[in-house]
């Protein structure tokens, strides 16, 4: 346990519809309790500011390992951010929309809370563009707008490629196509919505069958990993839609991409991120509000929390 109980808020999504056996946040709250902290929460429209300072409507909370009944929300009250809170953990999902935007800026005006990961650099690295200053560790990649291009870039591919948007979450709006998928136009249209806004296109991975790895980092070190494997007739390993969870431990190409990545990520203010490896090829750094940490501890039979609540203590304690 920390030296002092610490002032904890979570900003995430309305803590009473979590899924309390899955969610990552909920367990990284719970271990903060567990430990004499002191936890609070707010969704995005309770944040404001005031006379230039980031304030919020925030919640005190009761958690306890139990569905149905895992939230119990107390008293309701006005706070400034940097006068209440040592530490405001940003854990609302993707997508990364304008609310989303909104609330990051404002919780850039922080000053004394730590504010984690830091909100300048969620603001300035996209998650599925940030791996993108490591192309040598990274498929074949294309960001446009241009059905046209996005043709001519699957045919360098060998006639099939994956298609996703940059702001969602999830394995929402990810195609695997063809060019001899008689949708392919279609799918395009969609993707890029008539040319308007930008998709990144990457090299198809056959080795995705084998499963996409997430490895999840603090401090730019690996803490834990979990394979996720498709299930049959998808495309996609995302566990909500189907994917299967494996274990799995970090091989030779996965410790390459950590140690490459990991000075920026520490450097970035990204505390806690979880990047994605498939065939040995990083495809994305996700920044905004990883997950997998009920997974991992689930085939692990590990708490991947209290080593994430140990760097949170840590960094605080070094302040």
């Known amino acids: 346990m920390a030296e002092r109980p610490q002032n904890l808020l979570f900003v995430m999504d309305p803590v009473l519809g979590i899924d309390c056996t899955k969610d990552t946040t909920f367990v990284l709250m719970l271990e903060a309790q567990r430990r004499g902290h002191r936890v609070r929460v707010c969704e995005v429209g309770d944040l404001t500011v005031a006379s230039g300072r980031a304030a919020a ?13 895992h939230a119990e929300l107390g008293a309701r009250h006005a706070a400034v951010l940097d006068d209440e809170f040592d530490a405001v953990f940003q854990r609302k ?20 809370a730590l504010v984690l990961n830091r909100p300048e650099s969620i603001l300035a690295a996209n ?21 046209p291009d996005l043709v001519d870039f699957m045919a360098k591919q060998g006639g099939e490629m994956i298609v996703k948007p940059l702001d969602g979450k999830g394995g929402e709006g990810i195609f695997h196509v063809r ?3 008689r949708n392919l136009f279609s799918i395009l249209e ?55 969870a494996v274990r799995a431990s970090l ?25 994605d490896v498939i065939g040995g090829c990083l495809t994305e750094i996700n920044v905004t509000s990883p997950t997998g940490i009920q997974e991992v501890n689930a085939l692990e039979g590990a708490s991947l929390e209290a080593r994430v609540i140990d760097a949170v203590e840590g960094k605080l304690a070094a302040r």
């Open 179 to 181: 060019n001899d998928d």
């Open 251 to 275: 091989d030779e190409s996965d410790h390459r991409i950590v140690t490459r990545i990991g000075p920026s990520l520490r450097r970035d203010g990204f505390f806690f991120v979880g990047i």
């Open 93 to 112: 999902d993707p997508p990364v929309d304008a609310a989303y935007v909104t609330c990051t800026q404002i919780l850039t005006l922080c000053q004394r």
């Open 57 to 69: 409507r925030v919640h005190d909370v009761r958690l306890r390992p139990e569905p149905g009944t």
């Open 190 to 244: 969609q993707a890029t919505a008539f040319g308007s806004r930008w998709t990144m296109a990457q090299r198809y991975l056959p080795e995705v069958r084998q499963g996409d790895k997430r490895i999840l980092l603090v401090e730019g070190e690996p803490i834990g990993a979990v394979l996720r494997v498709p299930a049959e007739r998808e495309t996609r390993a995302n566990l909500h839609v189907g994917g299967r």
């Open 127 to 147: 998650e599925k563009l940030y791996a993108l200053r490591f192309p040598d560790l990274m498929a074949d990649t294309s960001v446009t707008r241009s059905i």
